[in-house]
């Protein structure tokens, strides 16, 4: 009986993809009749059942006009429909800013023909896409519509990796970086205060931006440029670049340079130090790292490990799909600062496949703290056994499977505070193993939290039960310096705990060198009203310091 059910299931789905079998024909704008089934149109979507077997002229017409779909849309809606899936379509797109505004105009529309599978196919195809060329987010970005999940994925990747994102490092065939943003979706972003960036570098990218849109329409790109240097925050670069380079720019007016002067002469006269903020988590003390070499390894550093000889600092961009974590360690040893950023791979290699071959034994290797991703977070259920009822469920995965789990009551404030969500990474240091139905399931009692911001999910994991014959061996994780900096420590000056010179490219990294600034969190003495989102950083005293100051950004 079952090899007939499945004979019968085989033909329909063929016949599903037989176009002579089709009863109507979907006319695009491109003028290309797709062929469609009307029965299977109507059965997953309502609205196409209103259409097609409504009182709309549809319902009587072998032919239906939907001139605001292309046919490239309207063939991935069908082939949905019919085998719920759209590989076929998504197979000819390239890797481009076109390709990708494609696929944020079938998002949209599967939202509006109510085909919520579809849109999900969607939204995993366009992570992925801007996973492997993140200046495609700008693209995304401006096509999608604003409070979707799409344009909140796309903004995420801005906030959380700038350097690479706005900057498409002169790829202009796969297109994407902030030269694709039209003017309003361009304002949204420079008005953002939790980007992750430095202030000089957000104004190369907006001079840039100018430089692209003035061929098109120079008055125009004048007026945006002009509104966005009011969300510019000038008195947070360096003075030698702001009286050189930025002053010198066509769309900033003498007026906001001498107010950032004057900003910057209160800071000194009042801190005693040449004093620059950035945008970003003003709470946490971090450090911006930019000029980079290796282009990934810019950004902001957030203090995540204060400790009695070393410091660890780590970038927050591993929660929009980068696999890989970088850190910056700053340890002192005789009298002197070391400074080194590591660049390794986030994820465990055959985490929950070492989890599995434990499960029979009650002790857990001490040695082994796998670093998984948390994909799905559910409340407690009084309908499951006690005594796992008490405890928040949990669903984590390597980046290749995934498996079911529990939090120990310990974090169930985390988790109620938003502390703890779906899509943090944890590293995960004390734990138990437990079997439901003869699956291996995870008790997570102690863990450190990597990063808290929701972003994208790593790799598109099955389950551990589907996983038959798979197995790999734990290996260790790699772990590669990049860059590093030896300096001596000098008492009460605040801007060596991270130096800005002396740094050097080590074996695994790339030219040129960084420049850091580090900036310690900001407290309410420090609030001199001179930006809402200014954060001290330390560069270079006035006086009381042999380091001179390096203008380099």
């Not at 779909?69 to 076929?88: E, K």
């Not at 040449?274 to 390894?297: F, I, Q, T, Y």
């Not at 000056?493 to 790339?510: L, S």
């Not at 809402?532 to 310091?545: E, V």
Request: hydrophobic share 35%; proline share 4%; aromatic share 6%.
């Amino acid at each position: 009986m079952k090899a007939l059910h499945a004979e019968v299931a085989k033909d329909l789905l063929d016949a599903l993809l037989d176009d002579e079998l089709s009863d109507v024909y979907l006319t695009s704008s491109d003028d290309v009749q797709v062929p469609a089934c009307r029965f299977v149109l109507a059965a997953r979507s309502t609205v196409l059942k209103r259409m097609l077997y409504g009182s709309f002229r549809e319902a009587k017409s072998s032919t239906i006009c939907m001139l605001g779909y292309d046919s490239v849309t309207l063939q991935a809606i069908v082939d949905f429909c019919a085998h719920n899936d759209i590989s076929r379509c998504t197979a000819k797109l390239k890797q481009d800013e076109t390709s990708i505004r494609q696929l944020v105009h079938l998002a949209r529309a599967a939202d509006y023909l109510e085909l919520p599978g579809l849109e999900q196919l969607c939204e995993c195809e366009i992570r992925a896409r801007m996973t492997l060329h993140p200046p495609l987010a700008c693209a995304v970005y401006d096509e999608a519509e604003r409070s979707t999940e799409v344009s909140e994925y796309a903004m995420q990747m801005l906030e959380c990796r700038p350097y690479v994102a706005l900057d498409h490092g002169g790829d202009r065939a796969t297109g994407g970086g902030i030269e694709s943003l039209h003017s309003e979706r361009l304002l949204d972003v420079v008005h953002n205060t939790q980007l992750g960036a430095g202030e000089f570098f957000l104004f190369r990218m907006m001079e840039r931006w100018f430089q692209d849109a003035q061929l098109k329409d120079h008055n125009a790109a004048l007026q945006t440029a002009h509104k966005c240097t009011q969300y510019l925050q000038f008195e947070n670069i360096e003075p030698s670049l702001l009286l050189k380079e930025v002053k010198s720019c066509e769309f900033v007016s003498s007026e906001l340079i001498f107010a950032a002067v004057a900003k910057q002469a209160l800071r000194a006269s009042q801190d005693r130090v040449w004093s620059l903020g950035c945008r970003g988590k003003e709470h946490v003390e971090r450090v911006l790292v930019e000029g980079a070499g290796n282009r990934d390894a810019n950004g902001m550093y957030y203090l995540i490990a204060p400790l009695a000889n070393n410091d660890l600092y780590a970038k927050r961009e591993v929660a929009c799909g980068q696999q890989r974590v970088y850190t910056l360690s700053c340890s002192t040893k005789e009298e002197q600062y070391e400074c080194r950023i590591f660049c390794s791979t986030l994820l465990t290699s055959g985490a929950i496949f070492n989890l599995q071959s434990m499960q029979k034994t009650s002790v857990v290797e001490p040695v082994f703290q796998p670093v998984l991703q948390i994909i799905e977070l559910k409340e407690p259920e009084s309908s499951v056994p006690t005594p796992i009822r008490k405890y928040y469920r949990v669903r984590v995965s390597d980046g290749e499977v995934h498996m079911a789990g529990t939090l120990a009551t310990a974090w169930n404030s985390m988790v109620e505070s938003k502390e703890v969500l779906a899509r943090s990474i944890c590293k995960i240091l004390q734990y138990g193993l437990y079997e439901i139905d003869g699956t291996v399931c995870i008790h997570i009692r102690e863990m450190s939290i990597v990063t808290t911001n929701p972003g994208q999910r790593f790799g598109r994991p099955i389950p551990l039960e589907e996983a038959d014959g798979y197995s790999r061996e734990h290996q260790s994780e790699n772990l590669l310096s990049l860059y590093s900096c030896t300096h001596p420590r000098v008492q009460g000056a605040k801007d060596i705990k991270v130096p800005r010179t002396g740094w050097q490219v080590d074996d695994q990294g790339d030219g040129p060198v960084p420049s850091c600034t580090w900036m310690p969190p900001l407290r309410k003495a420090d609030n001199l009203n001179t930006s809402s989102t200014s954060l001290r950083s330390s560069t270079s005293p006035i006086s009381g310091n042999t380091e001179p100051h390096n203008g380099s950004s």
